[in-house]
């Protein structure tokens, strides 16, 4: 699964998105779609600890039918 805090969280940072891929093993494109509709949707850092990936995979992804 495509850690969305972390992405969320090293995009705060100021980290590109070339760094970001690195560090969580997904492509500079996942990275730059995830920060632009977590920005669209006002997500940002800090994330409350209630709120998991599976979580923001949902509300950033609510399009796609995610199965368990």
């Known amino acids: 699964m495509i850690n969305y805090r972390e992405i969320i969280r090293l995009k705060s940072l100021n980290h ?3 760094h970001v ?3 969580v093993g997904s492509s500079r494109n996942t990275v ?3 920060h632009r509709r977590a920005e669209k949707l006002e997500i940002g850092w800090p994330i409350s600890d209630n709120l998991t ?3 923001l995979q949902t509300i950033l992804y609510p399009e796609r039918n995610f199965r368990e």
Do not use: T
Request: charged share 25%; net charge negative; proline share 0%.
């Open 32 to 34: 730059a779609d995830v």
């Open 16 to 18: 590109s998105n070339s």
């Open 21 to 23: 891929a690195v560090s």
């Open 53 to 55: 990936n599976k979580d």
